[in-house]
């Protein structure tokens, strides 16, 4: 994990350098390391779902490992941003939507890269010049925003995910997206 977030880093830093747009660069970084993810994971779960307890397996190993990629990117996204002074809560909520976001387009669980993304914020938080609730709270709300691009379903399971406490920090989603209860009770959306 945290050669990714090395990498993630390095480029981060080198962007806010020169004069990039890092916040395209940390999506693009998040982006890479779910799709790697995906692509070993994919090429793994084919080989090896010939039984079911492979496929438990293998889907397990799965949410692991997109968690931990997603983990990975948000903390050096963050490392990267904190020394070039660019934003470190917009970085943070970016990174844990395009986590969710690329996961989805890979097929992989959608709540193992958003508490991914969460506990990377709570890591990075460490070392910022932010609370680990304020990191917190910035990733669980990308991640919860970015399903309810995907689906109101999803963004419900991610926003059940990643609220409460993770790690021992208390997660508040300050977004509406995905709150329970904004359903009729016959199943359909309430009217805007």
Known sequence: METVADTVQVVVKE?????GAVANLAI??????????GEVV????STTAETLTATVEAASVTATS?????KAAVLGTVRGTAETGTEVLSA???????????A???GADLTAAAVGAVEGAIEAAKSATITAEEAASAAATG?????????EAAAIRVRRAVEGTIQGVKVVVKTAV??????????????S
Do not use: C, F, H
């Open 104 to 106: 989805s387009k890979v």
């Open 66 to 70: 997109i968690g931990n990629a997603a």
């Open 178 to 191: 995905g709150r329970e209860g904004s359903e009729k009770p016959g199943g359909g959306q309430q009217g």
């Open 42 to 45: 994919g090429k793994a779960m």
């Open 92 to 102: 943070i909520s970016l990174s844990a939507r395009s986590a969710v976001t690329e």
């Open 28 to 37: 693009n970084a998040t982006k890479g390391a779910i799709d790697a993810v």
């Open 143 to 151: 991640a919860v925003e970015a399903a309810g691009e995907i689906s």
């Open 15 to 19: 962007a806010g350098e020169t004069g």
